[in-house]
């Protein structure tokens, strides 16, 4: 029997209790002979990030002990942060980034020597020289920038020393099999990687103790992407500079095509140790590429240059490995979240073998996202996901529209994909609809879609999150005086920018967002502290910070801030909560003292996302279905 109730008054069976009691994040697959490997990212440890292996007798196991957290900071943003090979892993702690080797079933013992304001990330092993290459940041020399650079790590000393120095960034070193040639990725300020880099190609000079490269492809307007050698060792990659990311080889001194597609098979490389293909065999690749947004995989034989797409229900693809006939990634559907997947090449079955979270939904309640284009500024289109509102037990009272929920991804170079997401889903069960839209200068359109938002960002993306919400509006499919937008770090700039510049959202949520240009260079990490100058011309930087105008901002805002976040540090959200108090605007400040760029202890995720909730119902003047820890609101009357 449906009960009528208005929107955003539902009560729902999604929780932030069930959230965050049964979600991990998954990353960082590896493969060792038939033992699987990942990452398990878990809240209810107060984010500890634990390796765990799968054995070919179905058993999974936890490999890292407590209280070690298998984490990097390079970059800030980490990745690349262990390697396995033989049963022994090697790792980088979180609490002191140190590397540290595990022998599976013991306990780990620290290799390199406690150094403060070192940090390593990327291994990869030279069996010839009995040693780690990884990547280097060192942060020692602090009256300048952090030196990024590939060391090699001694395995029974554990003493490091520089292998190759002098350009601003170095990612993705790899050895060919025979161990003679090194190559890897460099790119230089104000680049980022998926503008413009280099793939070097290294020889050993000195015995082995430095290595001497030259570029063999990349460079201005080129993004290179996951170099590998084949198990025959040859090169091979992925590159844009075709306008699409799409795979290459290079041999006997020249770069090879080996397919033309309006696809991505490359993502942007905001973390360390991605990967969107593996050699199933020598001429044989599973693949993982985009294709207008929606990921799907693919095998590709590199000797007649065949493709052949394999049929599934999987939206997204990361972290992707193979072997012969084997395939393991992280994958997500429709109905399923993020799982640790794997597939059988020669049967093309696929099984589930680790979920993000275990809580069994009933799909009826499913919201499922319908991928939509619309009509945005300059006569340009751009693209989204629209979820409805969807709760079997409850009908809108006649004529009621739902509020939206505009959701914008960070980066602002990112993307969202059309996977199942439980944070989707508690706001739709409620009777909200969500708008998740990837705007000009996201990723899986090609480059030139990338690129809208050169000199553009804080236009291009909120014109295009503005209209479509506008889009929606006129369709019938949203309530125009009851539209929210919400994002985090890029994505919170692109909310403040919307809200100060534009008159068509009534509430937001800016979650470590950014609205001082100049202080975001100013305090920013290494890694990004040139990006905006690719992204916002530096004369208009105070034209597009939401800090200098709002006397333009009139509607609610709630701020959710980590004090520990060295990205987009909490002075961004102090000086605008300060000016919307003193302006007397409904305004929230929300903080977390043990937080950095993003949320991943339990008790703080469900903090923001009740937090958020309890706000729009406030502000909106509707009744919560259920008791919520009240957030202190300013100036609401």
Same mark, same amino acid.
């Given at each position: 029997?449906?009960?009528?109730?208005?929107?955003?008054?539902?009560?729902?069976?999604?929780?932030?209790?069930?959230?965050?009691?049964?979600?991990?994040?998954?990353?960082?697959?590896?493969?060792? #002979?038939?033992?699987?490997?990942?990452?398990?990212?878990?809240?209810?440890?107060?984010?500890? /990030?634990?390796?765990?292996?799968?054995?070919?007798?179905?058993?999974?196991?936890?490999?890292?002990?407590?209280?070690?957290?298998?984490?990097?900071?390079?970059?800030?943003?980490?990745? #690349?942060?262990?390697?396995?090979?033989?049963?022994?892993?090697? %790792? +980088?702690?979180?609490?002191?980034?140190?590397?540290?080797?595990?022998?599976?079933?013991?306990?780990?013992?620290?290799?390199?020597?406690?150094?403060?304001?070192?940090?390593?990330?990327?291994?990869?092993? &030279?069996?010839?020289?009995?040693?780690?290459?990884?990547?280097?940041?060192?942060?020692?020399?602090?009256? *300048?920038?952090?030196?990024?650079?590939?060391?090699?790590?001694?395995?029974? /000393?554990?003493?490091?020393?520089?292998?190759?120095?002098?350009?601003?960034?170095?990612?993705?070193?790899?050895?060919?099999?025979?161990?003679?040639?090194?190559? %890897?990725?460099?790119?230089?300020?104000?680049?980022?990687?998926?503008?413009?880099?280099?793939?070097?190609?290294?020889?050993?000079?000195?015995?082995?103790?430095?290595? $001497?490269?030259?570029?063999?492809?990349?460079?201005?307007?080129?993004?290179?992407?996951?170099?590998?050698?084949?198990?025959?060792?040859?090169?091979?990659?992925?590159?844009?500079?075709?306008?699409?990311?799409?795979?290459?080889?290079?041999?006997?001194?020249?770069?090879?095509?080996?397919?033309?597609?309006?696809?991505?098979?490359?993502?942007?490389?905001?973390?360390?140790?991605?990967?969107?293909?593996?050699?199933?065999? @020598?001429? +044989?690749?599973?693949?993982?590429?985009?294709?207008?947004?929606?990921?799907?995989? #693919?095998?590709?034989?590199?000797?007649?240059?065949?493709?052949?797409?394999?049929?599934?229900?999987?939206?997204?693809? &990361?972290?992707?490995? $193979?072997?012969?006939?084997?395939?393991?990634?992280?994958? #997500?559907?429709?109905? @399923?979240?993020?799982?640790?997947?794997?597939?059988?090449?020669?049967?093309?079955?696929?099984?589930?073998?680790?979920?993000?979270?275990?809580?069994?939904?009933?799909?009826?309640?499913?919201?499922?996202?319908?991928?939509?284009?619309?009509?945005?500024?300059?006569?340009?289109?751009?693209?989204?996901? *629209?979820?409805?509102?969807?709760?079997?037990?409850?009908?809108?009272?006649?004529?009621?529209?739902?509020?939206?929920?505009?959701?914008?991804?960070?980066?602002?170079?990112?993307?969202?994909?059309?996977?199942?997401?439980?944070?989707?889903?508690?706001?739709?069960?409620?009777?909200?609809?969500?708008?998740?839209?990837?705007?000009?200068?996201?990723?899986?359109?090609?480059?030139?879609?990338?690129?809208?938002?050169?000199?553009?960002?804080?236009?291009?993306?909120?014109?295009?999150?503005?209209?479509?919400?506008?889009?929606?509006?006129?369709?019938?499919?949203?309530?125009?005086?009851?539209?929210?937008?919400?994002?985090?770090? $890029?994505?919170?700039?692109?909310?403040?920018?919307?809200?100060? %510049?534009? &008159?068509?959202?009534?509430?937001?949520?800016?979650?470590?967002?950014?609205?001082?240009?100049?202080?975001?260079?100013?305090?920013?990490?290494?890694?990004?502290?040139?990006?905006? *100058?690719?992204?916002?011309?530096?004369?208009?930087?105070?034209?597009?910070?939401?800090?200098?105008?709002?006397?333009?901002?009139?509607?609610?805002?709630?701020?959710?801030?980590?004090?520990?976040?060295?990205?987009?540090?909490?002075?961004?959200?102090?000086?605008?909560? &300060? $000016?919307?108090?003193?302006?007397?605007?409904?305004?929230?400040?929300?903080?977390?003292? @043990?937080?950095?760029?993003? %949320?991943?202890?339990?008790?703080?995720?469900?903090?923001?996302?009740?937090?958020?909730?309890?706000?729009?119902?406030?502000?909106?003047?509707?009744?919560?279905?259920?008791?919520? @820890?009240?957030?202190?609101?300013?100036?609401?009357?």
């Amino acid at each position: 029997m449906h009960k009528t109730a208005p929107y955003g008054t539902w009560k729902s069976t999604i929780t932030s209790d069930l959230i965050v009691s049964g979600s991990i994040g998954l990353s960082q697959v590896m493969l060792d #002979g038939e033992d699987i490997y990942w990452i398990e990212s878990r809240p209810a440890e107060k984010g500890r /990030s634990v390796i765990v292996r799968r054995t070919p007798n179905h058993k999974t196991e936890d490999i890292t002990p407590a209280p070690f957290s298998v984490r990097t900071r390079i970059h800030e943003y980490g990745g #690349g942060a262990y390697l396995v090979e033989d049963g022994v892993i090697y %790792f +980088s702690n979180f609490a002191d980034n140190r590397v540290y080797r595990q022998v599976v079933g013991e306990e780990p013992t620290p290799l390199t020597p406690e150094t403060k304001g070192v940090r390593f990330a990327d291994f990869i092993i &030279d069996h010839r020289r009995n040693r780690l290459i990884c990547v280097c940041e060192d942060h020692r020399v602090t009256q *300048y920038e952090p030196i990024n650079s590939l060391v090699s790590i001694d395995l029974d /000393s554990g003493s490091f020393r520089t292998l190759y120095s002098g350009s601003d960034f170095v990612s993705s070193p790899r050895l060919n099999p025979d161990g003679t040639q090194l190559v %890897f990725l460099q790119w230089n300020h104000p680049n980022m990687p998926w503008d413009s880099t280099e793939l070097m190609l290294g020889h050993w000079e000195f015995g082995g103790t430095v290595v $001497a490269a030259h570029p063999i492809a990349g460079g201005k307007e080129e993004s290179i992407f996951q170099p590998e050698w084949s198990p025959e060792g040859v090169l091979h990659f992925v590159s844009d500079r075709t306008g699409w990311w799409n795979l290459y080889r290079w041999r006997k001194g020249h770069v090879e095509p080996l397919l033309e597609a309006k696809a991505d098979f490359g993502l942007p490389q905001w973390v360390f140790g991605m990967s969107t293909y593996s050699f199933l065999e @020598e001429h +044989s690749l599973l693949c993982s590429f985009i294709e207008r947004g929606l990921p799907q995989l #693919g095998v590709l034989n590199t000797n007649f240059k065949t493709f052949q797409r394999i049929k599934s229900e999987f939206s997204k693809f &990361d972290s992707v490995q $193979a072997l012969r006939h084997r395939a393991v990634f992280i994958a #997500g559907s429709h109905l @399923e979240p993020n799982a640790v997947v794997s597939l059988n090449i020669n049967t093309g079955d696929f099984k589930l073998l680790r979920s993000s979270n275990e809580v069994v939904i009933d799909p009826w309640i499913i919201s499922l996202p319908r991928p939509i284009e619309f009509p945005t500024t300059d006569g340009l289109t751009a693209h989204a996901f *629209y979820y409805p509102p969807r709760n079997p037990n409850y009908r809108e009272p006649a004529g009621e529209k739902p509020p939206l929920i505009v959701e914008i991804h960070g980066g602002p170079t990112a993307a969202t994909y059309p996977v199942f997401s439980l944070w989707t889903q508690f706001w739709t069960t409620r009777g909200f609809a969500v708008l998740d839209v990837n705007y000009g200068g996201s990723t899986g359109y090609g480059r030139e879609y990338r690129q809208r938002l050169k000199d553009q960002w804080g236009i291009v993306d909120v014109n295009d999150c503005v209209n479509g919400a506008k889009h929606l509006v006129a369709k019938g499919l949203a309530d125009p005086n009851r539209l929210c937008i919400t994002g985090g770090s $890029a994505g919170g700039y692109t909310v403040l920018c919307a809200l100060t %510049f534009h &008159d068509v959202f009534k509430a937001g949520a800016s979650h470590y967002g950014v609205s001082d240009l100049q202080a975001l260079d100013d305090d920013t990490h290494k890694f990004e502290s040139r990006y905006t *100058y690719g992204l916002v011309p530096k004369k208009a930087y105070k034209a597009r910070s939401p800090i200098y105008h709002v006397d333009k901002l009139n509607v609610p805002v709630i701020f959710f801030q980590g004090l520990e976040d060295k990205i987009v540090p909490p002075n961004q959200a102090e000086k605008m909560v &300060d $000016a919307l108090q003193g302006k007397g605007l409904p305004v929230a400040y929300v903080t977390f003292a @043990e937080e950095g760029h993003g %949320f991943r202890q339990a008790a703080n995720i469900k903090r923001a996302l009740d937090g958020e909730l309890y706000f729009y119902a406030k502000v909106f003047g509707f009744e919560l279905a259920d008791e919520i @820890e009240p957030v202190d609101i300013e100036n609401l009357e």
